[in-house]
């Protein structure tokens, strides 16, 4: 296959959110050792990805950066110590999606699974391997628990909300409209709470006869991050992966001991790839057995993406965004 020496891609040139994402042509990376080129066929837009455009990802690209980093495509190049071959299928990560190609290390790819349209595949990594993640590897849920899963139309959210389903749980879901729980009862929800109308603590309290959630899967930040003490049982457990508030919140050692003594574990799948290592299994299982099967998400063009970026920093979306080039 010729591969060209240039190609499209989002370029954000500053901190100034959605607004600073351009259209540039920028050159074809070359993959080193180790590492995959891929032509990309669709690429994932995630909350991350607006929450880096405004520089709040400690040890991210500084600006200005392509932006992007969850892909499927075909390998077109490999550089030494692969065993991909060009031609293949394959779902990456890496950095610089939103483009015409993107290198992602081997060890962050996996096979494109068997059937799936290459825009399916491209909400795979971000959205179940945090989900599996929150609620496997780390919450360790089990059936008969109650799980509060916050922004529950989301990506991750309605991931989380089946997958939760699958290992037996009662799920309780927040979101901040009716349209978004309609979207999490329809994926299983068994309890759905309007944040921007009730008091979610209350909700949970009256959904588990006082009792509280068992366990906590908690994205938001500032003071939704400090009020999941109170929702959750004694010992009860609470995953953090992200802040989409941009909020920071904290909890000190004495509370931990003699006010909420639960358990609190945070989760970056981005910056601790190991963690990905011991879900493979998992998701191939799943996957096999159709527990994981993503609907087909909305589609956007390179020139749409600023502002479906905004829009989603604005949390005017549901469900998951591709790039499709």
Same mark, same amino acid.
């Given at each position: 296959?010729?591969?060209?020496?240039?190609?499209?891609?989002?370029?954000?040139?500053?901190?100034?959110?959605?607004?600073?994402?351009?259209?540039?042509?920028?050159?074809?990376?070359?993959?080193?050792?180790?590492?995959?080129?891929?032509?990309?066929?669709?690429?994932?837009? =995630?909350?991350?990805?607006?929450?880096?455009?405004? +520089?709040?990802?400690?040890?991210?690209?500084?600006?200005?950066?392509?932006? *992007?980093?969850?892909?499927? +495509?075909?390998?077109?190049?490999?550089?030494?110590?692969?065993?991909?071959?060009?031609?293949?299928?394959?779902?990456?990560?890496?950095? *610089?999606?939103?483009?015409?190609?993107?290198?992602?290390?081997?060890?962050?790819?996996?096979?494109? #699974?068997? *059937?799936?349209?290459?825009?399916?595949?491209?909400?795979?990594?971000?959205?179940?391997?945090?989900?599996?993640?929150?609620?496997?590897?780390?919450?360790?849920?089990?059936?008969?628990?109650?799980?509060?899963?916050?922004?529950?139309?989301?990506?991750? +959210?309605?991931?989380?909300?089946?997958?939760?389903?699958?290992?037996?749980?009662?799920?309780?879901?927040?979101?901040?409209?009716?349209?978004?729980?309609?979207?999490?009862?329809?994926?299983?929800?068994?309890?759905?709470?309007?944040?921007?109308?009730?008091?979610?603590?209350?909700?949970?309290?009256?959904?588990?006869?006082?009792?509280?959630?068992?366990?906590?899967?908690?994205?938001?930040?500032?003071?939704?991050?400090?009020?999941?003490?109170?929702?959750?049982? #004694?010992?009860?457990?609470?995953?953090?992966?992200? %802040?989409?508030?941009?909020?920071?919140?904290?909890?000190?050692?004495?509370?931990?001991?003699?006010?909420?003594?639960?358990? %609190?574990?945070?989760? =970056?799948?981005?910056?601790?790839?190991?963690?990905?290592?011991?879900?493979?299994?998992?998701?191939?299982? %799943?996957?096999?057995?159709?527990?994981?099967?993503?609907?087909?998400?909305?589609?956007?063009? %390179?020139?749409?993406?600023?502002?479906?970026?905004?829009?989603?920093?604005?949390?005017?979306?549901?469900?998951?965004?591709?790039?499709?080039?």
């Amino acid at each position: 296959m010729d591969i060209p020496t240039t190609m499209k891609a989002l370029e954000i040139t500053s901190w100034d959110g959605p607004g600073a994402a351009h259209v540039v042509d920028a050159p074809v990376p070359t993959p080193g050792s180790g590492q995959l080129l891929l032509k990309v066929a669709a690429a994932a837009i =995630n909350f991350a990805d607006t929450m880096q455009t405004r +520089g709040r990802y400690p040890g991210g690209p500084e600006a200005p950066y392509l932006a *992007g980093y969850e892909a499927s +495509g075909e390998v077109v190049a490999a550089g030494p110590d692969t065993s991909f071959r060009p031609g293949d299928k394959v779902i990456g990560f890496g950095r *610089g999606a939103f483009a015409g190609y993107m290198v992602c290390a081997e060890a962050m790819a996996r096979p494109l #699974p068997e *059937g799936w349209t290459p825009t399916k595949g491209a909400a795979l990594w971000t959205s179940w391997y945090t989900a599996a993640g929150a609620l496997h590897h780390l919450g360790q849920v089990q059936p008969g628990e109650t799980v509060l899963i916050h922004a529950a139309a989301g990506g991750v +959210g309605q991931a989380a909300v089946r997958l939760a389903k699958h290992f037996g749980a009662r799920v309780i879901a927040t979101a901040s409209s009716a349209e978004k729980l309609e979207v999490a009862k329809r994926r299983g929800a068994d309890v759905l709470v309007n944040y921007t109308e009730e008091d979610f603590v209350e909700a949970v309290k009256e959904a588990t006869d006082g009792r509280g959630a068992d366990l906590i899967l908690e994205m938001v930040g500032g003071d939704t991050f400090r009020r999941n003490f109170e929702a959750v049982i #004694p010992q009860g457990r609470i995953v953090v992966y992200g %802040l989409s508030s941009g909020e920071r919140a904290s909890i000190d050692n004495h509370e931990l001991v003699f006010e909420y003594p639960v358990k %609190l574990m945070g989760l =970056n799948m981005g910056k601790r790839p190991e963690y990905f290592a011991p879900l493979f299994g998992l998701i191939e299982k %799943l996957i096999a057995e159709g527990v994981i099967d993503p609907e087909e998400p909305e589609r956007h063009s %390179l020139t749409e993406l600023p502002a479906v970026l905004a829009a989603l920093e604005d949390r005017k979306t549901a469900g998951k965004q591709v790039f499709v080039p």
